[in-house]
């Protein structure tokens, strides 16, 4: 079967079609070679971009009624990305030549890396003059003030939420079944357990209880969660010397050991889930609608994160992707505007945007959007019941996202030496620690 990423915070992912196409704008033009010259200054006609699988998902559809609706505003022209959009948006900001405004995506690992190397701009004065009225009500707007809270950086916001990731698990019922269980276990131990009768139960299929996704923040990170109130330090570094990192690792290298577990690249954990060869695993809702597009509803299914203990409020991981204004845009003000108006609280415009990406990956940041898109959504009640633990949850911050980028990079030859059972886990993280400092130092000054 076709590999499908998950697209909860990573570059383009493929995505499934959406239901209805999208109907191009008049204006809409396919990307294409930057010009040698950019837009005149204060053009009420912007170009912006977005990679191709949040177009698909509602991003260009949204654009369209807004050119129809807000015209008053001025008109965008949504181009979809292409690799090294990066790097040529920074090449026209230093030759003052650009040809874009905005960007509708960030992914979380990328924020604090966009925000130090010059590609986005403060947005405070932009949504203080904005005509599009939540702009200046933005910390009463979502459904959680952490979500405001996880936008600031030194005193500044620079950037609009355009999709919550509230981590779950994900797993095949008739697997667990087999297993003896009609429900997902509530706490590891129980789940430990299950995984102990699943594995004789599903041996002959070669199906592994446990899937483990090879980025930090994705199964190991969901599940460190579980076991660690505040799982960032003070500088946003993962606590991951911490005696609760090393409780988990420690088990879930014993489940690995007692072939309980596996470990994938996210590429193939998703082509492994795919193939029906693990029962369950933990992160973005973006799992289970890939498995239920192959099995189907009834097979497949989504649960709160077990818990390392009841005697305190369940918890889980929780990132921010978001939309933000390249600095030397031919028009912020109308880039700001365009994303306020996309990504807001109310409105047909924001519709389009919010109804199409809770079929694939995220959830909608304002409480009118959970109200009208998933609170009675039969198809997708398990993601209304995760984002109850977002208040008891430690949302990733910009400062936060930038020390987990130099973590990820840095940890993982060191957690597999410790998989592979040629180090303990405290000898390994004091290794990696001592890199990931190092490397702090050269790039969070």
Request: proline share 6%; aromatic share 12%.
């Amino acid at each position: 079967m076709a590999t499908l990423l998950a697209a909860c915070g990573e570059a383009a992912a493929p995505a499934p079609a959406p239901t209805k196409a999208p109907v191009a704008a008049p204006t809409s033009a396919p990307a294409a070679p930057a010009p040698t010259t950019a837009p005149a200054p204060a053009t009420n006609k912007i170009f912006t971009l977005v990679d191709k699988t949040w177009s698909d998902l509602g991003m260009l559809d949204a654009t369209v009624r807004f050119n129809q609706e807000r015209s008053d505003l001025g008109n965008v022209t949504l181009e979809e990305t292409a690799q090294g959009w990066d790097t040529k948006v920074l090449a026209q900001i230093k030759e003052k030549n650009l040809r874009w405004s905005g960007h509708g995506y960030a992914a979380f690992f990328d924020s604090y890396k966009y925000i130090k190397s010059g590609l986005v701009a403060p947005l405070d004065d932009y949504l203080k003059a904005s005509k599009v009225a939540w702009g200046g009500k933005q910390k009463e707007s979502y459904f959680t003030s952490r979500i405001y809270d996880a936008l600031q950086f030194q005193g500044k916001q620079y950037f609009i939420p355009m999709k919550a990731n509230a981590h779950l698990v994900g797993y095949r019922e008739d697997y667990i079944q087999a297993a003896g269980y009609d429900k997902f276990p509530t706490t590891w131990d129980e789940v430990d357990k299950m995984m102990r009768k699943m594995k004789p139960a599903l041996e002959k299929e070669e199906v592994t209880p446990l899937g483990i996704s090879r980025d930090i923040f994705r199964t190991i990170g969901t599940m460190f969660t579980t076991f660690i109130e505040k799982p960032f330090d003070d500088t946003g570094v993962l606590k991951f010397e911490s005696q609760e990192w090393f409780t988990l690792l420690e088990l879930l290298k014993k489940w690995k050991d007692d072939g309980l577990a596996r470990l994938d690249t996210n590429a193939d954990h998703y082509d492994v889930w795919q193939k029906g060869k693990f029962a369950f695993t933990l992160g973005s809702h973006s799992l289970v609608r890939v498995g239920r597009n192959v099995w189907g509803t009834a097979k497949v299914k989504g649960a709160n994160p077990p818990q390392a203990s009841t005697s305190v409020p369940a918890r889980t991981w929780i990132h921010i992707d978001s939309g933000f204004v390249f600095p030397g845009a031919a028009n912020p003000q109308l880039a700001t505007d365009w994303l306020l108006s996309v990504l807001g609280p109310e409105g047909t415009i924001a519709e389009r945007w919010w109804r199409g990406v809770t079929t694939f990956s995220g959830q909608p940041v304002h409480q009118s959007w959970l109200d009208k898109v998933l609170k009675d959504n039969k198809d997708l009640a398990e993601v209304y019941e995760v984002l109850k633990l977002v208040p008891n949850s430690q949302i990733i911050t910009l400062p936060v996202a930038g020390a987990y980028a130099i973590t990820e990079a840095k940890i993982w030859p060191h957690l597999d030496r410790f998989f592979k059972g040629e180090t303990g886990i405290k000898a390994a993280m004091a290794d990696a620690r001592k890199e990931v400092t190092e490397e702090m130092a050269k790039q969070l000054k």
